[in-house]
């Protein structure tokens, strides 16, 4: 799945070395960031700063492409040009806003416009906010990398790591069925899949049930070993009952 980039609005145009602290290193190479938000705090940028570099070092250097800007392009001598990320293996969020950048001293600094910058506030915040739960994720994934041996597990002990809103429903309509599919829903394979760690803006709070709280969701890249090789998936978490429960699609 390649990225597309289609526009970018409020470029920051004017660039002072204050702005240009914001680097990391991406595989060895240098890359900056630049905030048209100049408002941010200092512990803001440093968050945003490190997860961008937590999500890049999964993104291979070949699995991108390099577009010099043209004199036709809207943000001619705002930007130097744009960074695509072309492979299919999809490990960043679809919300990740790299694109554009500016080239000062031999670094690429990429640009963050204001909406890109308020996403990012939000998901601190967000994120911030529910610490307590999100540090309860990873014990929830373990099993779900080792697999499951369900052979020695209740009903209630597999509903504990599976859920979707329509579960009630089909758990009245055929109660065996509706075990046997989520015993089999729960994977059994020992390494199948490998975690890509979650970026802030993988977490969102959606609203799952019908007049229902909002409940804390974390959209997870993985990669999943199949025989054809590895390929990009992406796993619906949902916080609900003081637990983490994979949300997969009906069966």
């Not at 130097?80 to 950048?101: E, K």
């Not at 601190?124 to 099993?143: E, Q, R, W, Y």
Request: aromatic residues 12%.
């Amino acid at each position: 799945m390649k990225k597309i980039i289609i526009a970018v609005s409020m470029l920051p145009v004017c660039v002072s070395m204050a702005q240009t602290n914001w680097v990391f290193q991406w595989h060895g190479q240098e890359r900056g960031i630049i905030f048209a938000q100049t408002n941010l705090s200092k512990s803001v940028k440093a968050a945003i700063r490190d997860d961008i570099a937590q999500v890049m070092a999964k993104i291979a250097i070949i699995d991108t492409e390099i577009h010099p800007a043209r004199p036709n392009n809207p943000n001619y001598g705002m930007v130097d040009g744009l960074m695509n990320i072309r492979s299919g293996r999809h490990v960043y969020p679809d919300a990740f806003p790299i694109g554009y950048y500016r080239e000062i001293n031999g670094v690429p600094y990429f640009l963050l416009n204001e909406e890109d910058c308020a996403l990012y506030v939000a998901a601190i915040g967000l994120t911030n906010s529910a610490a307590v739960k999100i540090s309860k994720f990873p014990a929830t994934l373990l099993p779900f990398t080792n697999g499951f041996n369900t052979a020695n597990m209740t009903l209630k002990q597999k509903e504990a790591y599976i859920w979707n809103p329509k579960f009630s429903e089909m758990k009245k309509e055929d109660i065996t069925k509706y075990e046997a599919d989520i015993t089999e829903a729960l994977p059994k394979m020992k390494d199948w899949m490998t975690v890509v760690p979650p970026s802030v803006l993988s977490y969102s709070h959606e609203d799952w049930e019908e007049n229902g709280k909002p409940l804390l969701t974390c959209n997870l890249n993985v990669i999943v070993n199949s025989v054809n090789g590895p390929r990009p998936f992406t796993l619906i978490f949902i916080f609900k009952d003081g637990t983490w429960r994979w949300c997969p699609e009906i069966f």
